[in-house]
């Protein structure tokens, strides 16, 4: 398996026809994976925000100032009012604020990016990414696109790529009733592609001023097994967010 970084993207603004750009810059194959940052779809489907569109109610002046007692430092209820308004649940207020998006993903602040967003306050995250992935991959020679974003994860330090959206492949490949090398039968394991693919892509994509927005993966093959494009996990078998809805933040 081969991954490269598209090279000579310019900077995206609001209506851009991003799979236009990615298709004058690299020759695709079928079979290619074709791993798309979010900050770059949310730039061209115009997800831009100044503070000033979300003007703070009770709530978010209240979780802005508990915030700002814990951390010392000032926090923006307008921001707060934004993560409310991206967010169809608050799992954790303190610390920080950890959310579930409208599209299923749980992360701090909703996702909300202030770096690299040139003109505006907020970059949101895309409203639907596995459209705007089935968007991009009409107009790709590619079968496959994986939109990506990057966030940490529970019990491991740091960031690591992740996939919120993708179209033209299932989300996870499932080794259940097949064999181990023992003959055992493999009873719950089900391997989740699409991060797989999302984390491998932002090795090569990198951070910062010097990051490319999109890497193809070339060579990947998902194989004779079943899939399936459950990703996120159902709030009735995810024991972690249940506990953390039972927790409460207590300072030193």
Do not use: Y
């Not at 915030?67 to 010392?72: A, N, P, Q, R, T």
């Not at 608050?90 to 990016?113: C, K, Q, W, Y």
């Not at 939109?147 to 299932?170: E, L, N, S």
């Not at 090795?203 to 459950?230: I, M, Q």
């Amino acid at each position: 398996m081969e991954l490269f970084a598209v090279a000579d993207l310019p900077e995206i603004r609001p209506g851009d026809d991003l799979a236009a750009l990615i298709r004058d810059r690299v020759d695709l194959d079928e079979d290619d994976v074709v791993c798309v940052a979010s900050t770059v779809v949310s730039k061209a489907e115009g997800r831009l925000a100044d503070l000033s569109a979300f003007p703070a109610g009770p709530r978010a002046r209240e979780i802005a100032a508990r915030l700002e007692s814990i951390s010392g430092d000032e926090k923006d209820p307008r921001f707060a009012q934004a993560v409310l308004e991206e967010s169809t649940e608050i799992i954790m207020e303190a610390p920080f604020l950890l959310t579930e998006s409208r599209f299923g993903h749980v992360s701090v602040n909703a996702g909300i990016d202030r770096s690299n967003v040139a003109g505006a306050d907020l970059l949101l995250l895309p409203k639907r990414p596995s459209e705007s992935a089935a968007r991009i991959r009409e107009e790709l020679p590619a079968d496959r696109v994986i939109v990506t974003d990057t966030c940490g994860r529970p019990f491991r330090h740091g960031q690591r790529g992740v996939a919120i959206g993708w179209a033209g492949m299932p989300a996870s490949r499932d080794w259940r009733g097949e064999s181990d090398r023992d003959g055992r039968e493999l009873g719950v394991t089900v391997q989740n592609v699409v991060d797989e693919l999302a984390a491998a892509a932002n090795l090569v994509a990198g951070e910062g001023d010097g990051g490319t927005p999109v890497v193809v993966v070339r060579g990947f093959e998902f194989g004779d097994h079943a899939g399936s494009d459950a990703h996120f996990r159902e709030v009735e078998g995810d024991f972690v967010r249940q506990a953390l809805r039972e927790w409460e933040f207590e300072s030193n």
